[in-house]
């Protein structure tokens, strides 16, 4: 089993940065790929970003390009995803999910092998 926490949210003004962690225990994460997701109220969980097990694929969703980048150590069993030039409309709860295929992790599929609970970030006016 792996359990994944996400942690590194907040209040921060539009135009700021913070950067998400996603650490894993029980199990290393090196074979997995990793997505973040989020989810703002009301709304449907989105697909942010994802990394391959090796960290050499990335894949964005077109409203973070460019803004946001994700990165993985796997010697720290961790999954980061730095986030700059914040809006308003990126205040969510973001996930992270890890499954051992990219592709899976890419529909953002309730099937991943394993889900975090979130942190919220919350970007003001």
């Known amino acids: 089993q792996v359990q994944l926490v996400e942690s590194g949210g907040g209040l921060v003004q539009a135009g700021g940065s913070l950067r998400l962690s996603c650490a894993a225990s029980g199990r290393t994460l090196s074979r997995y790929a990793v997505g973040w997701f989020r989810q703002a109220p009301g709304k449907e969980r989105e697909f942010v970003s994802a990394v391959s097990w090796g960290g050499a694929n990335t894949y964005y969703a077109d409203s973070v390009k460019g803004r946001f980048t994700i990165s993985r150590d796997n010697a720290k069993n961790t999954v980061y995803l730095q986030m700059n030039s914040l809006k308003p409309e990126d205040t969510a709860v973001y996930y992270c999910?890890?499954?051992?295929?990219?592709?899976?992790?890419?529909?953002?599929?309730?099937?991943?092998?394993?889900w975090g609970k979130g942190t919220l970030v919350t970007v003001s006016t």
């Open positions: 999910a890890a499954d051992p295929v990219v592709s899976v992790v890419i529909s953002g599929s309730d099937d991943m092998d394993y």
